[in-house]
């Protein structure tokens, strides 16, 4: 028996599951979750010793690989001076101006502290600006856990069955349309229908919470094309493709920009940040210049900044995003060609350091049906061996994979020979 499952059992008694968010409890695969005591670059160790190579990156953050030196020694310096003062910084300025010199779109952005807190408020505030209360979304994204955005969504929600939360009162969620993600046509025609009461659309530009989605050619533009016809705001959510697919994610990668967009994860630079931002006209209704309300108290926190101004500043290297792409094709043309050798029926997808591999006959997939057909049985099993030999993946096959700029050539063709071994036995 391992640590983990008696440290699984021990933190059951006190921690509803065992676990601070659902898809860390296994569900998706069975078993127990693997305990952590340490990360550092491409590698995490087990309570038991284990090392493994990690391709979750704590859900995205971890683009420079896990306590990267120049991170670690951002965030030391700055404890020095003191863990938050919920007052302005000189970093919260630098923050922005960086962001809104990096993302085209963005000409004000306020710093929140979790992803969540940033589509949530930007759905208030679309519905602020608009004075509309209907918001468009797509089933299998996942935007966080507000009330308005737990209809038919992703992530560990749909691993657990349970897209629509109960808790959610019918009276706001009637207010949520939930429309097929990558479906043009159904965007046109409910817009035809009703596209002046609805505030806005949000989504996640590359989906990450049905796997790894790609948009299909011409579905974000027909998203930009009916808010501007509808007066609707675009939200992308960017939450985990932002600074993930590209220096300008999702938008600078298909040239479609929105009006409001949601950043999280590699912007904190591993501390818990969200940020939103976007057009000073729809900015400047945030509380205190205008009459939406939006406050946090360790908002801007100086540590959190300390190291994802750090983060930020990595990216930006000449290459860096070319180098983490190349990596990314490693990995996922080494999968197709075991299972290819395997006779096992399997495709992936792929973005900057984000991709999604299913167990599927089909040979394209860009719908949520499509990955719900997939073969679960046999991700399960994959996942287990791949866990045995030391390579760890998310546990849902609802989830997209991330690689880092730390991960080597010989971790991924450690990964690729590990792949081998255990379709072998598929
Ligand atoms: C696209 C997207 N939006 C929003 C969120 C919510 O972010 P957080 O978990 O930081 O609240 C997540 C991840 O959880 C996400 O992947
Ligand atoms: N898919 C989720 C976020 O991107 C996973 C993180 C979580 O819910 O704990």
Known sequence: MSRSHDLFIAAQKHIPGGVNSPVRAFKGVGGD????KAAKGAYLTDEDDK???DYVGSWGPAILGHAHPDVIAAVQRQAEFGLTFGAPTVMETTMADLVCELVPSIEMVRMVSSGTEATMTAIRLARGYTGRDKIVKFEGCYHGHSDSLLVKAGSGALTLG???SPGVPDSLANHTLTLTHNDADEVRKVFNEIGDQIACIIVEPVAGNMNCILPEPGFLETLREVCDEHGSVLIFDEVMCGFRVGLQGAQGRYGVQADLTTYGKVIGGGMPVGAFGGKKEIMSHIAPLGPVYQAGTLSGNPIAMAAGLTTLHMLKEPGFFDQLEAKTVKLVQGLQQVADAHSIPFTTNHAGGMFGFFFSEEKSISRF??????????FKRFYHGMLQEGIYLAPSAYEAGFISIMHSDEDIAKTIAAA???MASL
């Open 33 to 36: 979750p693997v305990f952590f």
């Open 162 to 164: 349970v897209p629509s």
């Open 51 to 53: 090392q493994y190579i």
């Open 420 to 422: 081998d071994k255990v």
């Open 369 to 378: 049906a499509q990955v719900a057909k997939g073969d679960m049985e046999r």
